[in-house]
């Protein structure tokens, strides 16, 4: 099986509200899977159980062939969510190493100094995350989330609040992990920055999976509005 | 079990930088200790009967500021999803919780002890090892049993009010058993013939509360 | 009337008529107690009511690690209903034991062992419900609920056990209620099973306003999906 990621016919009942119905999305290795939908379109509650935060409902999620609540699906897979999971009174550093822990990372110390570098914050590295600027969390963010050279990245609205530094270091990381073999599927409203990097595009509408196909040029040139209209269809 | 010292070391580490829970925690419970000493004669006997009894109020009070702190902590920059993300079990968080709050309450008695005896004009060094398990026993079945309901209520609205409101009546029988203990061994300084069957209670809440919270803190994390 | 319905009312109605035929023994048939008079009949009362609340919060029990185990909403609904009429019962239990008191004793509190102990599960089940009331997310309020019935449920019978032993290096004022006369024993288990009947067909009712419930926050949320 080809597929790193795969949710087939999951359920999501919050209550007896169906927050995602019957939705069946794939990736395959190396691939880019861009989740497009408006709030409440069940895109975080997807990511959520890809990330083995929630258990579906109903159906089946394989990540890299395992179910994602296992320990060994969780090491190989880096989550960045709606927070960003830093903690404010340690340092950069200190943040780091902490998540090299929690995941085990062979050789802590070099792992965490060359991300620290690859965000640009080695400078700061041992400053408290309580004084950082905005941008400086977002980057410390991403570098916690890739610390551990993850095989699958699931990304809840990356480029959201992110300045333009921060979008421009995220693209190139994003690209240089797809280049190493790793799959991402990440949930955006931006859809300019996330479409460059898309190689396949899935839309969610109230729960249900309204489309879902490989990433068109024509796709890069339609207007935003596009996607959000109830009866499009890409 | 290594996630269990990592967390346990984050959690030590970040209180032990800014202090800000145990300074409170540290103040409030000498305030306590000061109040009663209106209510009663610190130095008669009768104070002493009770002394037990008032040590652990202080205690209970004073932990619930350091078990407040354990998973708000966590809320900040959604920083519990990070952690439950990452490959570490539920029961390693949940233990490693329990021991950084466990030790830093422990810390907090240990700088209240010498304060109350001074005040109270108890004699310490009569039973100090005896008192010191005794302390570990009941430290532990209020830090095991109020980082789990800590878990609990962590999204809860009314967060502060309802952990010590789920906690004290649970937590009863173990502050039964610690005020009893304690009190023996201040004022004869050992145990009285009859504390068997509290030690016995004390060393069983522990066991039977701390194994239930193991099985089922991943139902608590994982929605 | 749906079979639910019918068989609630049959609960209900069966319930009462035994309570009532009973009600016309123990108040005015049998004698009065050698030594407390006619408040002893409070025990008729007091002590089902204790026995009702504890079932309840032992099919709470039940229904909460079942809850745990396979997440039907349903069983959620269940445990909370039991645990609330529980409540009830409890609080009924802590009145008549507390009337009794100031019949006897002229306090309306005394430190007795069951009394103090049935007070904090009281405590520790109105918690519960608290807390219940502090959740929106119907899954997380059913999954924390259900953690919390599990230990309460734990705690009970250590409670009584630590309650016990204080009270017996401590002694104060105690409800006696001793053994059951021959003649006693038919009334009182009578109203066990009267209560038991009446606890069974309000915490259905109650199961039902729960259900409602739930669909009204699905229909809700279905709405404001759509709205949007």
């Known amino acids: 099986m080809n597929e790193a990621v795969l949710a087939d016919q999951v359920w999501k009942f919050h209550g007896d509200f169906p927050a995602l119905r019957g939705v069946s999305i794939s990736a395959e290795r190396g691939s880019c899977l861009a989740l497009l939908g408006r709030n409440g379109a069940g895109k975080t509650t997807l990511l959520r159980i890809l990330a083995g935060l929630s258990t579906p409902s109903r159906g089946d999620v394989r990540i890299l062939g395992t179910a994602p609540r296992l320990p060994i699906t969780r090491g190989r897979a880096g989550y960045l969510g709606h927070g960003i999971g830093i903690y404010d009174e340690l340092t950069a550093r200190e943040n780091l190493l902490h998540f090299a822990r929690l995941y085990s990372v062979p050789d802590k110390e070099a792992a965490v100094s060359k991300w620290l570098e690859r965000v640009d914050l080695k400078r700061v590295e041992d400053g408290r995350v309580r004084e950082f600027s905005r941008g400086m969390r977002q980057r410390l963010a991403i570098a916690r989330a890739f610390v551990h050279d993850p095989d699958v990245l699931l990304l809840d609205e990356p480029f959201t609040s992110l300045d333009d530094r921060a979008i421009a270091l995220l693209q190139n990381l994003l690209r240089d992990a797809f280049a190493r073999g790793c799959t991402a599927v990440l949930s955006t409203h931006q859809l300019r920055e996330a479409l460059e990097l898309a190689t396949n595009v899935a839309l969610l509408d109230r729960g249900k999976l309204k489309f879902s196909g490989p990433r068109t040029q024509a796709m890069l040139d339609l207007p935003p509005s596009i996607y959000f209209e109830t009866e499009s269809e890409g | 079990m290594r996630g269990v010292w990592t967390i346990a070391r984050k959690d030590l580490q970040s209180e032990l930088r800014s202090k800000e829970a145990i300074n409170a925690s540290v103040s409030f419970a000498l305030v306590i200790l000061l109040i009663f000493s209106f209510a009663f004669e610190p130095t008669a006997d009768e104070t002493r009967a009770i002394s037990g009894g008032l040590l652990w109020i202080a205690f209970a009070f004073a932990g619930a500021l350091i078990l407040n702190r354990s998973f708000a902590r966590e809320l900040q920059n959604d920083c519990l999803d990070a952690v439950v993300a990452s490959p570490v079990s539920g029961w390693e968080l949940f233990l490693g919780k329990a021991i950084a709050s466990f030790l830093l309450l422990l810390g907090v008695e240990l700088i209240c002890l010498p304060v109350f005896s001074i005040f109270y004009g108890v004699n310490l060094t009569k039973a100090f090892w005896p008192l010191l398990l005794v302390l570990v026993l009941g430290t532990w079945a209020l830090t095991s049993l109020g980082v789990t309901f800590a878990a609990l209520t962590v999204n809860i609205r009314l967060r502060e009010l309802m952990l010590p409101l789920l906690l004290y009546p649970a937590l009863s029988p173990a502050l039964m058993a610690s005020m009893t203990l304690t009190t023996s061994l201040l004022t004869t300084g050992t145990f009285a013939a009859n504390d068997q069957p509290w030690f016995r209670l004390l060393v069983g809440f522990d066991i039977i509360f701390t194994t239930l919270a193991l099985m089922l803190i991943e139902f608590v994390l994982v929605l | ?228």
């Open chain 3, 1 to 228: 009337m749906s079979t639910r319905e019918k068989f609630v009312y049959a609960l209900a109605g069966t319930g009462t008529l035994l309570l009532l035929w009973n009600l016309y023994r123990i108040l005015l048939v049998l004698p009065d107690e050698m030594q407390q008079g006619a408040i002893y009949r409070i025990i008729y009362f007091h002590v089902p009511a204790a026995f009702v609340g504890w079932a309840l919060f032992f099919a709470a029990l039940v229904a909460s690690g079942l809850y745990l185990w396979n997440k039907n909403l349903a069983l959620d609904g269940f445990a909370a209903s039991a645990i609330e009429v529980g409540w009830v019962f409890c609080s009924v239990n802590l009145l008549t034991g507390m009337i009794w008191a100031r019949i006897i004793w002229g306090i309306w509190w005394t430190w007795d062992p069951r009394l103090t102990s049935m007070f904090i599960c009281w405590l520790l089940y109105g918690g519960y419900l608290v807390l219940r009331g502090a959740i929106d997310d119907a899954q997380q309020r059913a999954t924390v609920s259900a953690v919390l019935a599990i230990f309460a449920f734990a705690d009970v019978p250590i409670v009584f056990m630590a309650i016990r032993w204080w009270r017996t290096q401590h002694p104060s004022p105690v409800l006696e209620t001793g053994g059951l006369a021959p003649e006693m024993r038919l009334p009182f288990w009578l109203n066990v099973f009267v209560f038991l009947l009446i606890g069974a067909a309000i915490t259905l009712v109650r199961l039902d306003q729960e259900d409602t419930r739930r669909e009204l926050e699905g229909l809700r949320r279905h709405a404001h999906a759509h709205a949007a």
